[in-house]
């Protein structure tokens, strides 16, 4: 068995004391509300935060999973050299001062076309194990210094959310919708992996208790990751690192890069109707185009599964 990924709050919390601070992740997939999650470490002077670093790798790199883009738009991307080792060496690599916390989807680690146990070239001859899902080495991955975690939304409200981004046109520069991008599948995956290789169950949150109960939620995380909790973190209005860090992936995360908390619409929602009296009315959902109702209906066993593990007890 290999050292547990998900160090205990006292682990992490001594890790850190010690100036080895441990790197925290919170696994992912497209929509999950994610973004606001980061903002709230964005607003914290005692973290490094690393946005969706392993992208560029699976969208661009010579070991790229995703065939969304062409050679001419790889290499106009900046990125058509960047590896999968070099990624995660910033993932994994700890901070001589700071704690380090990366969000990222769980489907960028992945090949699916690959058998289990396939290791990303850049990693040289590092083995790995027959189980592993990932391109990422089972050593490299499963540092004791790491600590991994979940964030799932349901595929109703992921799936409609993201196909809004990926369209002809698109500021995103997506433009298509793709649903084999949801990525539960794989966070489903790798959930499994470190579930049975650690002997642990990581932490999985659901968004929708993360919104409805945000200090408990919050509270519960951190003390999970052993970092002190304040209710400072659920509101950023004055964090310009909110409105600068996530340019990377353009229209992806405009609302969230303008919002003011957890929980809290962007100014341009608010003015849409969907501020805190529009949210307390929820109005019924518009019925999805065949395509995305047969997207999420895709997603849900995963989506179900994963469920099955959230942390409610907090």
């Known amino acids: ?139 490299e ?18 799936v409609p959310s993201y196909a809004r981004l990926c369209y ?19 966070l489903r995956l790798l959930f499994d992996f470190i579930r049975e290789e650690t002997g642990r169950t990581p932490l999985l949150i659901e968004s929708e208790e993360l919104l409805s109960q945000p200090v408990k939620v919050v509270r519960g995380w951190c003390e999970h990751v052993g970092i002190e909790f304040t209710e400072g973190m659920l509101e950023w209005d004055d964090a310009p690192e909110t409105r600068t860090h996530f340019e990377k992936w353009s229209g992806f995360h405009d609302d969230a890069a303008a919002s003011k908390g957890v929980g809290r619409h962007s100014p341009a929602q608010d003015a849409n109707g969907a501020g805190d009296a529009a949210a307390k009315k929820k109005p019924e959902p518009k019925p999805l185009s065949p395509e995305l109702q047969q997207a999420v209906d895709g997603c849900m066993d995963d989506y179900e599964y994963l469920r099955s593990f959230a942390h409610h007890d907090w």
């Not at 850190?16 to 002077?45: D, K, Y």
């Not at 979940?150 to 409200?157: G, V």
């Not at 997506?174 to 949801?182: H, K, N, P, R, V």
């Open 168 to 186: 002809p046109g698109a500021p995103t520069g997506f433009d298509y919708f793709d649903a084999a991008e949801m990525g539960y599948k794989e």
């Open 1 to 139: 068995m290999s050292p547990d990924a998900s160090s205990s709050p006292t682990t992490a919390a001594t890790t850190a004391n010690q100036g080895s601070p441990s790197n925290i992740v919170l696994w992912v997939h497209p929509r999950s509300t994610s973004t606001m999650f980061e903002c709230m470490l964005l607003a914290r002077s005692d973290f490094q935060v690393h946005h969706e670093p392993m992208g560029e790798a699976w969208y661009y790199g010579p070991e790229r999973a995703s065939k969304r883009f062409d050679e001419e738009q790889r290499n106009a991307s900046g990125n058509a050299e960047t590896t999968y080792a070099g990624s995660w060496r910033e993932v994994a690599k700890p901070h001589p001062t700071l704690r380090t916390f990366s969000k990222d989807m769980a489907q960028y680690l992945m090949d699916l076309s690959k058998p289990k146990g396939t290791v990303a070239s850049s990693f040289g001859n590092v083995p790995s194990t027959a189980n592993n899902p990932t391109l990422v080495p089972t050593s």
């Open 141 to 158: 991955l499963l540092q004791p210094h790491i600590n991994h975690t979940f964030l799932i939304r349901h595929p109703q409200k992921a």
